[in-house]
């Protein structure tokens, strides 16, 4: 479904009633896609604990993360 930045301002009610029975609704302002609505599901993936992600995934220097991170937040003197 489509809907305008001034549907959304004024039948958001309407709108995420629509979003709540599985449909999607994006947003259009001035005639270009802007933002999609859809139905909120929980995240299956859990991040362990001192689980680090992207360019630090596997650096070397932070397999024990808490150790690395207490290091740099260390005084300088």
């Known amino acids: 479904m489509k809907a305008t930045a001034k549907d959304l301002r004024f039948h958001s009610k309407e709108l995420l009633d629509t979003v709540n029975r ?10 270009k896609p802007c933002a999609k609505l859809v139905p909120y599901s929980e995240s299956t993936e859990k991040m362990s604990k001192n689980e680090l992600f992207g360019i630090w995934k596997n650096n070397d220097c932070t397999q024990n993360v808490d150790e690395y991170v207490r290091g740099l937040r260390k005084g300088r003197f």
């Open 22 to 31: 599985g449909e999607e609704v994006v947003i259009t302002f001035r005639g």
